[in-house]
């Protein structure tokens, strides 16, 4: 996985690109399921899905969970489907949560018949301005790390 973190307006950007070596059908199927949300994120963060037994990814469609960002301390997130293009990339803004923006671009590259290229671009800013800036040093830039490596590690145990 190569993941990579940059600054602009202090808004944030988090790029991971992993390479797998599955059809860009079968990734876009598990990832296009809210339901695998859970599998996929760190069990400390106590992930749960609050808006009932959500359908695959569509346009204009509204998830709301808790979640841990802070050990102990659950809070809840709504995110919108804003555009999806099948089995190319799907969208999700934040709504409501901890985060002042957050934009999440899910993009599948096919590599060839067998393999493919999961893309994830996560444009964010933190709220509560200097203060913000300073936990993204500290905390936030760690802990999104922390996310997208197990993601990827949980990712390669469902398909290799």
């Known amino acids: 996985m190569a993941l990579s973190f940059k600054s602009h ?3 944030y950007t988090l790029e991971s690109v992993v390479e797998m070596p599955i059809p860009v059908s079968k990734a876009w199927v598990f990832f296009s399921s809210p339901e695998n949300l ?15 037994k959500p359908k695959p990814v569509h346009t204009g469609q509204i998830i709301s969970y808790k979640v841990s960002i802070i050990k102990g301390i659950r809070i809840n997130w709504v ?3 804003t555009c999806v293009d099948f089995e190319k990339y ?6 409501f949560g901890p985060y002042k923006m957050w934009h999440h671009e899910h993009i599948f590259e096919k590599i060839d018949d067998n393999n493919c290229k999961i893309i994830d671009k996560v444009s964010y800013k933190l709220p509560f301005g ?3 800036r300073w936990s ?5 830039k760690k802990q999104l790390q922390t996310i997208f490596d197990y993601r990827t590690k949980i990712i390669n145990t469902q398909f290799l």
């Open 9 to 11: 307006s202090n808004i």
């Open 79 to 81: 995110s919108e489907i």
């Open 90 to 95: 799907f969208v999700d803004e934040q709504r």
């Open 130 to 132: 200097l203060i913000g």
């Open 136 to 140: 993204h040093n500290l905390l936030i």
């Open 38 to 52: 859970a599998k996929i994120t760190p069990p400390e963060m106590d992930f749960l899905i609050t808006s009932g």
